[in-house]
């Protein structure tokens, strides 16, 4: 439990003091040469090309952070066989983004210089790394925090199976947690169903073996013992 809690702690430290800042200053170059770019072929004063250019990537940004938040949810409402959120518009979002920020900065890098020259080529590079390598990071960075949050999860079960606490107390416990929001539309899973009843047969198997759940577990678990002492 205690290695649960580290790994949670460590998981937050490395996308938190890690990657997050990698990618917030590549972020920053890729806004400098953005506003250049923006100024350069629209004529626009300086303080709409500044926003412009700070709005393309704060919407990035604020993209992988709906991927990220509704990927988790779309991972548990599946589990309980439930439809998941549509997420084309914000990937959709993400490519176009990434792609203008690539043409914006292969401006930014190579007006001045000689067309295919070495320097040329290597400007190109560059130009073409920054927004995957923004895209990477902050992949790598929600990836982080979204496994300390599993981390904490399996903790938290493993503690509530070590302590003997009964099955109905957790289910509530869980429930005030917030794991029943999973619900949508007021469709739950339903418990007679032969895919329910087997897997709630794993997942009883699994506290009978001392096993920890994982979070989609744990939902599924809440949700078919409330609905089934209802």
């Given at each position: 439990m205690k290695n649960l809690h580290s790994k949670a702690s460590l998981a937050r430290w490395i996308g938190g003091a890690g990657t997050g800042p990698a990618g917030l200053f590549l972020l920053f170059v890729s806004i400098v040469h953005q506003f250049a770019a923006v100024e350069h072929y629209t004529h626009s004063v300086q303080s709409i090309s500044v926003a412009m250019a700070i709005a393309i990537d704060w919407g990035f940004v604020s993209t992988e952070g709906v991927l990220w938040y509704f990927g988790l949810r779309n991972i548990h409402l599946r589990a309980c066989g439930q439809k998941g959120i549509g997420l084309f518009w914000a990937?959709?979002?993400?490519?176009?983004?990434?792609?203008?920020?690539?043409?914006?900065?292969?401006?930014?890098?190579?007006?001045?210089?000689?067309?295919?020259?070495?320097?040329?080529?290597?400007?190109?590079?560059?130009?073409?790394?920054?927004p995957f390598g923004v895209f990477c990071l902050s992949k790598l960075t929600t990836l982080c925090f979204a496994h300390a949050d599993i981390f904490d999860a399996e903790a938290q079960s493993t503690e509530q199976?070590?302590?003997?606490?009964?099955?109905?107390?957790?289910a509530v416990a869980m429930a005030e947690a917030g794991t029943a929001n999973v619900l949508t539309n007021g469709k739950a899973p339903d418990p007679t169903s032969k895919r329910s009843q087997r897997r709630l047969e794993e997942i009883q198997r699994t506290l009978a073996e001392g096993g920890s759940l994982t979070v989609a577990q744990q939902e599924l678990y809440n949700l078919l013992q409330v609905k089934a002492a209802a």
């Open positions: 990937w959709a979002y993400l490519v176009v983004a990434m792609l203008f920020s690539a043409a914006m900065n292969f401006w930014g890098f190579t007006h001045d210089l000689q067309p295919f020259s070495q320097d040329w080529w290597v400007s190109s590079a560059l130009a073409v790394f920054i199976v070590a302590s003997g606490q009964p099955e109905r107390r957790r």
